[in-house]
């Protein structure tokens, strides 16, 4: 018999018939709806192999009723969504895709970056909303990028990615990180920092790291009050290591200049969050790996990590 396995979004149809030739293969239809909780605890219960997203929680609810779930293939580099020690208790094997998205999330941490520094949607509104009636000497004027400094926190692929972006501009480079890179700061030229100095001396801040225990509210009021009032901090990683409610008072008391988001604590944002009423605030749905090149190359992955696990092979990425 062939091994069953639940897909939990609509998938490209080249990647579901992959599955499908190894696999007997069940799918939620909707690509841009999630699958409902009550539908996902019962499609587990039966299944070798589930291919999810990082919107669906992998707990131990879940998990106690899948009792033949072999694997779990998380679309995502990140796996805060899952309960890693309850899939290890249980054998169950978690993977992710990691080395795949990092170029393009780079493009759109350094895209947030710009378009944050020169208020480039704000700018947008503000010609389409009838406001631009003339050219005046200090109108929507923004940050410089060029010959800025620049600290990064996490130094991981797409750190680095970042640091050869920022190159180009000649910003100057700091970084923290939990382990000190030494091949890094020789091959790149960056600099180490901890994390209260990078804070400091930084005109742009772009969080990288991932989201653990560790790094929850890593940005918080403190660390804020120690950024520069001319500061701009980017976020591309996730939603629950900035402090939201610390962040909005940093920036509507203008402690620090502007903030780039490309994650909450809550997905989707709720509309009537204060982060989005602000103008010093660039806000995007999560969008760090999207393009149709990375998405794909993402989905292949996630459908090799499933295939070698349910056919008792070792997969490519295995976080646990």
Not at 113 to 142: C, F, H
Request: include cysteine; aromatic fraction near 4%.
């Amino acid at each position: 018999m062939k091994p069953k396995v639940y897909i939990t979004r609509k998938l490209n149809g080249r990647v579901v018939k992959k599955i499908e030739e190894i696999c007997e293969v069940k799918m939620w239809e909707e690509e841009d709806v999630e699958v409902p909780r009550e539908n996902l605890l019962k499609e587990v219960q039966e299944v070798d192999g589930l291919l999810c997203m990082l919107t669906e929680k992998i707990d131990e609810e879940l998990l106690s009723g899948a009792r033949n779930l072999k694997v779990v293939s998380n679309m995502a580099v990140g796996y805060n969504n899952i309960d890693i020690t309850a899939a290890k208790n249980r054998g169950i094997t978690v993977t992710n895709t990691p080395g795949v998205l990092t170029e393009t999330t780079a493009d759109l941490t350094f895209t947030l970056l710009m378009a944050t520094a020169r208020r480039i949607v704000e700018s947008s509104d503000y010609l389409r909303n009838g406001k631009w009636e003339t050219w005046s000497p200090m109108q929507l004027t923004g940050q410089d990028i060029h010959g800025a400094t620049l600290g990064i926190i996490g130094m991981g692929r797409i750190g680095e990615a970042v640091i050869k972006r920022a190159k180009g501009f000649d910003m100057n480079i700091l970084y923290h990180n939990r382990n000190r890179k030494y091949d890094i700061e020789e091959e790149l030229g960056v600099v180490y920092e901890e994390l209260e100095e990078l804070l400091r001396n930084s005109d742009f801040v772009c969080v990288l790291t991932p989201y653990t225990p560790e790094t929850h509210h890593l940005i918080s009021e403190r660390e804020l009050s120690l950024m520069k009032e001319t500061a701009v901090l980017i976020n591309t990683a996730r939603g629950g290591i900035v402090d939201e409610e610390a962040l909005y008072h940093a920036l509507k008391n203008r402690k620090i200049w502007a903030a780039g988001l490309d994650v909450f604590k809550q997905e989707p944002v709720p509309l009537d969050h204060p982060l989005l009423a602000l103008p010093n605030v660039v806000t995007l749905p999560h969008i760090g790996s999207a393009s149709i090149q990375t998405r794909l190359k993402m989905a292949d992955l996630a459908a090799e990590n499933l295939l070698r696990a349910v056919t008792k092979q070792t997969p490519e990425h295995v976080v646990v």
